[in-house]
């Protein structure tokens, strides 16, 4: 996996401006804070991001990819407000459960999600290497 920074370019913080990868590739369809029953413990943000980011993990698992296999993450949020503000809570999460490694990302204030209670959507992409 490669890191894509252009010469001259700002380094971003928390993700990176892109990823050049190549293996194996699985799309994890985007997880909400939910439990693998289908409950939410939790409507306050930073929690259903730390169960969305567990459920992404539960799910590479599966195909034998970790964390730092991720090359792209799609964050789909109710609130920009809300999800700044969570900045630090979301912080820790992510560094405990995804580790120090930064993707290619993007994220997008929505109108709504399927799901009423979901305050976030996470989709991902992961490629293991060859």
Do not use: C
């Not at 985007?30 to 459920?55: E, K, P």
């Not at 799901?115 to 996470?122: H, M």
């Amino acid at each position: 996996m490669q890191v894509l920074q252009p010469p001259g370019w700002a380094r971003p913080r928390g993700y990176a401006n892109g990823v050049a990868a190549s293996g194996r590739t699985v799309y994890v369809s985007g997880m909400i804070g939910w439990d693998a029953q289908g409950r939410f413990h939790t409507d306050d943000f930073a929690g259903q991001v730390r169960q969305a980011l567990q459920n992404i993990v539960a799910v590479l698992a599966e195909a034998g990819a970790l964390p730092e296999h991720i090359v792209r993450m799609n964050w789909y949020v109710l609130d920009k407000k809300e999800y700044v503000a969570a900045y630090p809570q979301i912080g820790v999460a992510y560094r405990e459960l995804i580790g120090k490694h930064f993707p290619a990302m993007t994220a997008v204030q929505v109108a709504g999600l399927i799901e009423d209670r979901a305050r976030v959507e996470i989709e991902v992409t992961a490629v293991l290497p060859p």
